[in-house]
């Protein structure tokens, strides 16, 4: 249940901040300026310390303190951006990884969130199926890679399946567990209100297990870009795993660090993309009681 | 008067945690509600008061003994009973009209009745002008108030409350009583709502009901049936009443040996 509970520990974390942007807005809603400083406040305290980092790590190049083979200053890490940026390459290989990962992601969606819907509402039918899936969960995506190769070839289909694997079982448990918690009281109301068995699936417990679904797809997405990079270094000739290996083998540090670096950059970006869809979807999701 | 519900002989019995033996909820329960008849189930935690209730809803089953509605037998869950719960049960993603709507809409009227059946419900609860919020943005008292909309909306034929005003402060408490009461009255065409109210406090049951069903626990059995001859309407006076007084210090008489050490 590793992927459960990071996902239960990430909530809190949520939480937490949330209600101090909660309590904000209520003090602040006669007065804005204390609101935009306390906003400033916030972003300095956000952008600190990578600066620093930055800072440090350019400074310690240009004194020439390590080997800068080994790990070129940001300065260097920049121009390679740019001229992998202008060349088209950058944009090429983003594109391949973002696709493959969508796909994946959709695929993951279109069959563990039914098959998690079952698994939670039907006990009998949980019991079929946990067994197997039990088995199949703590085999590491990567572990497919050979199989994979065997079956699909080296390509787009290879890197695909590794992927799906890792996003299926995430949306998969946050969709069972979402279900199971889905409020007795709320199906009993749904049940006298004149709602018939087949209703309640699409009323209640849908609904209710929307935010963890969502919960489920935004670890699905972070575990995705784990196993695609190890799927395209092994099993394909294109994709930002791939770009990396590639620069490994011809000893470009500089564009090692611009393909990390552009990973983790839309890694973020998406996380924080399903958090403001959560939002707007979900306005009855506050998850802070008032 | 006619009879509208009818529990015969119903008791109920489950295995204990760890099943060795065999717990006696219920044992042997009967009596019958008239049409129109506010009719409160009363006793201490323990006494399956709730697990009775749940039973008229049909989310439980009997042991033995049967439960009739208009002389059919209870077998599932119906919008024909209606339920109020503790914790509101509101859905969180429907807006307060969305929720208040939800029983017409599955009742299979066309939308725009549905949503002028949902205003005329809100209204009446005083929640005018709150149709866009969502549950989390109210009260528990207002949530309480488009609950009730919600169940007497879906225009049941018993309205069964479990506990509703449990969670609620002690002044709003109050003023809601006298909601409930006025809510389930006869208006303009519609008869007076039957209604089933589970609760433990002795002042809310005797305030709100024609008969009282006093239970005691372990098993639980019907303890005695107390009729509540307190004129109508109930407002802030009829709690300054003399025989307001005589009842519940009578039914506390009688309770009293029930009541846990404190």
Redesign the interface.
């Known amino acids: 249940m590793a992927t459960a509970s990071s996902a239960r520990a990430d909530e809190h974390w949520r939480v937490d901040a949330l209600t101090v942007s909660a309590a904000d807005e209520a003090t602040d809603r006669a007065d804005p300026a204390p609101r935009r400083r306390r906003h400033t406040a916030r972003l300095v305290r956000l952008v600190i310390l990578p600066v620093t980092v930055l800072a440090i790590w350019q400074a310690a190049a240009m004194l020439e303190l390590y080997n800068t083979v080994l790990l070129p200053p940001p300065s260097r890490v920049f121009m390679a951006a740019i001229g992998l940026i202008a060349s088209g390459e950058l944009l090429r290989h983003f594109a391949d990884s973002m696709r493959r990962i969508a796909l994946a992601n959709l695929v993951s969606i279109a069959t563990a969130v039914p098959l998690g819907v079952l698994m939670g509402r039907y006990r009998p039918f949980e019991e079929i199926m946990d067994g197997l899936l039990n088995i199949l969960r703590p085999i590491p995506p990567l572990a497919w890679i050979p199989l994979a190769i065997l079956w699909f070839g080296l390509g787009e289909s290879s890197v695909v399946f590794i992927t799906l694997i890792s996003a299926f079982f995430a949306i998969l448990i946050n969709t069972i567990a979402g279900v199971r918690s889905v409020d007795r009281s709320l199906i009993r109301a749904a049940l006298t209100l004149g709602a018939s068995q087949h209703d309640l699936i699409k009323d209640v417990v849908l609904p209710a297990t929307l935010p963890h679904i969502i919960t489920g797809v935004r670890i699905a997405l972070g575990v995705s870009w784990m196993s695609i990079v190890a799927a395209e270094l092994i099993a394909s000739s294109s994709g930002l795993g791939y770009m990396i290996s590639y620069y490994r083998e011809v000893l470009r540090s500089d564009l090692i660090l611009v393909g990390m670096l552009t990973i983790g950059l839309i890694g973020f970006v998406m996380d924080r993309g399903l958090l403001w869809l959560e939002r707007r979807l979900l306005p009855w999701c506050t998850r802070v009681e008032p | 008067m006619a009879v509208k519900l009818e529990i015969r002989d119903v008791s109920k019995a489950y295995d204990a945690p760890g099943g060795d033996r065999r717990v006696r909820a219920l044992d042997g329960i009967s009596f019958s509600v008239d049409q129109g008849e506010f009719v409160s189930l009363l006793g201490p935690s323990g006494c399956g008061k709730s697990t009775l209730l749940n039973m008229i809803?049909g989310?439980e089953a009997a042991s033995s003994g049967e439960i009739r509605l208009d002389g059919k037998l209870v077998q599932q869950?119906?919008?024909d009973?209606?339920?109020v719960?503790q914790?509101y049960?509101?859905?969180?993603?429907?807006t307060l009209l969305d929720n208040v709507m939800?029983?017409p809409q599955?009742?299979g009227l066309p939308k725009r009745e549905c949503v002028e059946i949902a205003r005329r419900y809100i209204e009446l609860v005083g929640l005018a002008g709150f149709e866009a919020h969502?549950?989390?943005?109210l009260s528990g008292g207002m949530r309480q108030r488009c609950a009730l909309a919600?169940?007497v909306a879906?225009d049941?034929d018993v309205l069964?409350m479990d506990e509703p005003l449990a969670a609620i402060d002690a002044l709003t408490r109050n003023t809601l009583q006298e909601e409930i009461l006025r809510v389930c009255d006869a208006r303009n065409g519609t008869p007076r709502k039957t209604v089933i109210y589970v609760t433990h406090s002795i002042d809310e049951a005797v305030f709100l009901s024609d008969r009282i069903v006093v239970m005691s626990p372990r098993p639980g059995r019907v303890f005695e049936l107390v009729d509540v001859p307190l004129p109508a309407p109930r407002t802030d006076e009829t709690r300054l009443l003399p025989e307001f007084h005589e009842l519940t210090a009578r039914i506390w008489r009688s309770l009293k040996i029930y009541a846990k050490p404190a």
């Open positions: 809803a989310f869950p119906g919008a009973r209606g339920l719960f914790d049960a509101l859905f969180p993603w429907k939800y029983g599955k009742r969502y549950p989390h943005q919600r169940s879906n049941p069964l």
